[in-house]
């Protein structure tokens, strides 16, 4: 799906006249490092973002700036979708392929290990992986008929916090496409964008996602609990199979850490009330834009 990025632009930046706070001069922030950009950058420099990444299914629904774009698809993004792949490869699904492994008698053979539609497992050498002395020898020395081998997958590198950086990334940007700046251009979340850009530093707690049981629709709902007052936002990664995440962007009030040791609490037996965030324009509709920041700064923490 792809997007009129001028439309977006023009929507973005009237949004971001009625909720300038900050001393930005800018027409339009990237909603990840913030950098300041005008309506000429629209065509080079900002870029269409998809959400999540379009290799798990993702829309285009925001612009960021080239510089963040690629650098969250090679620091992060990648190590979500190898952590998915890896985990498909290990159920062996029906129509898959992949890279594997053979270690006999001291050689080493790549190959691609190839399963059907009706499960038959076939094994293809790769010529161009393999010197052709040592598929030579596998075929007609090592590989014997009948032989049972061990076939190892060529590992994918993946980060548990890189991973977390990248479900914390889509979690916020399909935040910022709902909601635009309104509450999200508070410090409080500079961390939280920080953790996307510096997925190796603790900016923030790993843990503000679950995949446990979610048992409602994808959407942005509004948590019902001071605790962690804030907003579930629930999405779905779609590589061969079906992936719900549910990410905790607390409110400003909130401290992180709280947020997570709450969110730790809740199991399959919890009750966790939600509301559905309701379907207002929060870009130009000064009412609608009060009502959220009301909603985020209106109340105070009580232990
Ligand atoms: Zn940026």
Redesign the pocket.
Known sequence: MSMDKKEYYIRMHSNLQYVKKNNCNGDYL?P??L?EYSEQDVKNVLTEEDVPQKSLGGNRIAL??R??NSRCGSDIDIHLLNAITTREHRLFLPCSERKIRIEKDGQLLNANLQIDEDRTIKLLVDTKRNKPDTWIDFHNNILLPNEVVNVEDVPLKRNERRISAALLKNAYLLLFAKTGYTFLLDKYYDSLRKQILEPDVFHVPDRLWTMQNIPIPDGIYLTQDNRYRGFFVIYTLRLKLLYRVCVLIPTPNVPYLMAVKELEKIDSKSQVKVLRLPDLDYFNNMASIETLNQWCYGWSLKF
């Open positions: 990237c990840i490092c950098n960021t700036c510089k963040c």
